[in-house]
């Protein structure tokens, strides 16, 4: 084997660079995969936020829609109310007619 000056030989000093090299490698791919789920986390909290937005939007929309149910519910009720009404004046007409 080769020799270097303080013991170490040519392979070992390779193997220390490799695991070196091999460590900064894994704290920059430790640094980017952090930094992609911050920017994955801030998307999540908008899409979140924004399909708050929409519910809330829906409800709304909701309470609009049964509010005029409501009013569209007590018309037809009233309608019906002088409907009859109307035709139980004419039949209590015909009766006296007859």
Same mark, same amino acid.
Do not use: C
């Given at each position: 084997m080769n020799a270097q000056p303080g013991g170490d030989s $040519?392979? #070992?000093l390779a193997i220390r660079r490799l695991e070196r090299a091999l460590a900064v490698l894994e704290q920059r791919l430790a #640094?980017?995969?952090a930094r992609a789920g911050a920017e994955a986390g801030g998307l999540f909290d908008q899409d979140r936020a924004k399909l708050a937005a929409e519910l809330d939007q829906a409800r709304a929309r909701e309470r609009e829609l049964e509010e005029a149910g409501a009013a569209a519910s007590a018309a037809l009720g %009233? $309608?019906?109310a002088e409907i %009859? *009404?109307?035709l139980g004046? *004419? #039949?209590a007409r015909a009766s006296e007619e007859a």
């Amino acid at each position: 084997m080769n020799a270097q000056p303080g013991g170490d030989s $040519a392979l #070992d000093l390779a193997i220390r660079r490799l695991e070196r090299a091999l460590a900064v490698l894994e704290q920059r791919l430790a #640094d980017r995969v952090a930094r992609a789920g911050a920017e994955a986390g801030g998307l999540f909290d908008q899409d979140r936020a924004k399909l708050a937005a929409e519910l809330d939007q829906a409800r709304a929309r909701e309470r609009e829609l049964e509010e005029a149910g409501a009013a569209a519910s007590a018309a037809l009720g %009233k $309608a019906i109310a002088e409907i %009859k *009404a109307t035709l139980g004046q *004419a #039949d209590a007409r015909a009766s006296e007619e007859a």
